[in-house]
T-cell receptor, first 115, second 109 residues
Framework: ETGVTQTPRHLVMGMTNKKSLKCEQH?????MYWYKQSAKKPLELMFV???????ENNSVPSRFSPECPNSSHLFLHLHTLQPEDSALYLC??????????????FGQGTRLTVV | GIQVEQSPPDLILQEGANSTLRCNFS?????LQWFHQNPWGQLINLFY???GTKQNGRLSATTVATERYSLLYISSSQTTDSGVYFC???????????FGTGTRLTVIP
């Protein structure tokens, strides 16, 4: 148990569906992140939120839409995805942004399959 | 961007054996972490070690920041140690953890 919880653990969706991934952290951290892990590729940063404000968007297509209503919750809204978007999506949190040298904690991930 | 290389890419051990995993990085870093990803995808924190040496049970890690590498030592390996080990670094100002491609460890009984 890392203190970061993601739901659902598995998701299968069609290309025309709309779904959302949820992340909640119980660590009192100020920064939250979405990462994508595809087969045969290193983990890639997607979005960074610090104190609820988006500070990084790593050239992510607009079919991925993040939302951070407060410092404890982070969502990733998905719509009109492509099969190549199938991957493990990982949420992380840290006390402060990585620039300050801070430890990151990850959730269990959501394994997404787009059919 | 910064390059993070891990070696070896794959490692098979007999239960009880010791091993050393290596992480090389191409530039100075403010932050370095080692993670273990279990078969279900969970990334488990092993060490937060931007410099120096730390030990936690059968695992220990050393980072020599001036020479741009870190080592993870696993002693008396167990089957539950199987999985992928990742090194991740924060490169000054990037506000991102850059991950290596990992070392896949398989411990056989």
């Amino acid at each position: 148990e890392t203190g970061v919880t993601q739901t659902p653990r598995h998701l299968v969706m069609g290309m025309t569906n709309k779904k959302s991934l949820k992340c909640e952290q119980h660590l009192g951290h100020n920064a939250m992140y979405w990462y994508k892990q595809s087969a045969k590729k290193p983990l890639e940063l997607m979005f960074v939120y610090n104190f609820k404000e988006q500070t990084e968007n790593n050239s992510v297509p607009s079919r991925f839409s993040p939302e951070c209503p407060n410092s404890s919750h982070l969502f990733l809204h998905l719509h009109t995805l492509q099969p190549e978007d199938s991957a493990l999506y990982l949420c992380a949190s840290s006390q402060d942004s990585f620039r300050g040298g801070t430890e990151a904690f990850f959730g269990q991930g959501t394994r997404l399959t787009v059919v | 961007g910064i390059q993070v290389e891990q070696s070896p890419p794959d490692l098979i051990l007999q239960e009880g054996a010791n091993s050393t995993l290596r992480c090389n990085f191409s530039d100075s870093v403010n932050n370095l972490q080692w993670f273990h990803q279990n078969p279900w995808g969970q990334l488990i924190n092993l060490f937060y070690i931007p410099s120096g040496t730390k030990q936690n049970g059968r695992l220990s890690a050393t980072t020599v920041a001036t020479e741009r590498y870190s080592l993870l030592y696993i002693s008396s390996s167990q089957t539950t140690d199987s999985g992928v080990y990742f090194c991740a670094v924060e490169h000054a100002g990037a506000n991102n953890l850059f991950f290596g491609t990992g070392t896949r460890l398989t411990v056989i009984p």
